[in-house]
């Protein structure tokens, strides 16, 4: 299913890694396999590996990264055939928008330098991002951000400082992917609870907006009643 996502990974500091993905950005989705993934490293004891891999992403710049698609037969129109896009992905498979959050597990079995893009604004557009899952490992959480977001964060917010303004989708109406939980690394669920807490949040939302809109209703029909005089 196509719902857009992003999943980012913070190190001494900066973004390390920062990947648009385009399918199943939902909770039981890349939610899931970025869970997993981390649910692993711990039981393993493989941030330290994970640390170092990380270290091999190189992000790519716009100038770079067209040349790359002109050498295996972009023709420069913006348009890039399956032809292409097949020998792009064969030679820099790092870049794909299928990935999603298997990128994690395909940063920590890289041999070689990881060339991908630099997507953390994606973030700032929460109309057209839906979901976020960062990996922390200066604060050593995992944590899910959600997109449309209707409401202004706070200042020290992460995402509050990118340009949401400059984003072609994004409007006074949508603003940055707003925190849903933040679990420590090292007290991860499993992956039962996981889908649980997410549930439970769903259901609550669909409670509130029943009786937001059996309110609404009250308030029309009767607004809508005329004056009855004595």
């Not at 913070?10 to 981390?38: I, R, S």
């Not at 790519?60 to 097949?86: C, I």
């Not at 649980?196 to 907006?209: D, G, L, V």
Request: charged letters at 30%; a negative charge; proline letters at 3%.
């Amino acid at each position: 299913m196509g719902t857009r996502n992003l999943t980012a990974v913070m190190v001494d500091g900066k973004y390390a890694l920062a990947q648009y993905g385009q399918w199943d950005g939902y909770p039981e989705g890349q939610g899931a396999t970025a869970l997993e993934f981390c649910r692993k490293m711990q039981d393993s004891f493989g941030w330290v590996h994970f640390r170092e891999q990380l270290k091999r992403v190189r992000f790519v710049e716009s100038d770079e990264l067209r040349k790359m698609y002109d050498s295996v037969g972009a023709d420069g129109s913006g348009w890039v055939g399956m032809d292409v896009s097949a020998k792009f992905d064969a030679k820099w498979p790092y870049f794909s928008r299928d990935h999603g959050a298997k990128i994690l597990e395909m940063v920590n079995n890289a041999n070689g330098e990881v060339l991908t893009s630099y997507d953390l604004n994606f973030a700032g557009d929460s109309l057209m991002c839906e979901w976020v899952c960062v990996v922390d490992l200066d604060k050593g959480v995992l944590e899910f951000y959600e997109g449309f977001n209707h409401k202004p964060l706070d200042d020290n917010a992460r995402f509050a400082s990118l340009p949401c303004s400059d984003n072609k989708h994004c409007s006074d109406k949508y603003h940055q992917c707003a925190i849903v939980v933040s679990w420590p690394l090292y007290a991860l669920p499993l992956k039962k609870d996981f889908l649980a807490f997410f549930k439970a949040r769903e259901e609550e939302k669909e409670r509130a907006e029943a009786e937001t809109a059996k309110l609404l209703k009250y308030i029309d029909e009767t607004a809508a009643k005329p004056e009855t005089t004595p």
